[in-house]
């Protein structure tokens, strides 16, 4: 009797499983916008006073912001879905709004145009002052500013274009990390997420110079 009901338990979780795995079969890929919260986060790139924004060399500018992110995205999802599954992947590409500001202190010149021809994204979670997960990410790009700059009598101010909705940069967590994120979007509370950008520009800026960049999600996917 013993062994038939363990043989019974045996099939009970065997059944349940291969439920699960067809739950999971039958979950299309969800589309997800703004993933990582960074979706009209501004970030001043160059040499400024901030403590947080550095130079790294006169063409490699980079600087960081931080965000507030809770589990809004998942409200597409029905709860019994939602608390089933776990993420294989969750991703969000990123570009930037058209319209760039460029500042310099005292009479300066701004190139007429410049070109941004690669990106880095690091990426850190945070849940209160504990590190959840990190990641970076890096692409070559071919993103290219056109503007014009006057001096106003204290710094020299420009305005730049760039073309449209050109995806920069693909923010994808898999594995472990796709997990640990998911979680903390189930989990409903608010939480942190801080990113460093990194761009190489060509000419180099003038020494002092900054641009301020406001990132623009252009969606991902969320997968089981």
Request: net charge negative.
């Amino acid at each position: 009797m013993k062994r038939s009901m363990q043989y019974l338990v045996v099939a009970g979780l065997s059944l349940v499983l291969a439920a699960c795995g067809t739950l999971l079969g039958l979950i299309p890929d969800q589309p997800v916008d703004d993933a990582f919260g960074l979706d009209g986060a501004s970030l001043t790139v160059g040499e400024v006073s901030d403590t947080d924004v550095t130079t790294l060399t006169l063409s490699q500018a980079t600087g960081a912001v931080s965000v507030s992110v809770d589990g809004d995205l998942l409200a597409r999802l029905p709860a019994m879905v939602r608390d089933a599954v776990e993420a294989a992947t969750i991703s969000d590409t990123l570009t930037v709004q058209p319209a760039v500001q460029a500042l310099a202190p005292g009479n300066v010149a701004f190139a007429p145009s410049y070109t941004v021809t690669g990106i880095a994204v690091e990426l850190e979670v945070l849940r209160g002052a504990t590190s959840v997960l990190s990641r970076t990410w890096t692409n070559e790009v071919d993103l290219t500013l056109t503007g014009v700059s006057a001096f106003d009598g204290e710094n020299t101010v420009g305005v730049f274009a760039t073309p449209i909705d050109v995806p920069l940069v693909e923010l994808e967590l898999t594995g472990a990390q796709a997990r640990s994120y998911f979680d903390l979007l189930k989990a409903g509370e608010r939480f942190t997420v801080a990113a460093t950008l990194t761009l190489d520009i060509e000419p180099a800026l003038p020494e002092g110079a900054a641009m301020t960049f406001v990132l623009k999600s252009l969606g991902g996917d969320l997968t089981f």
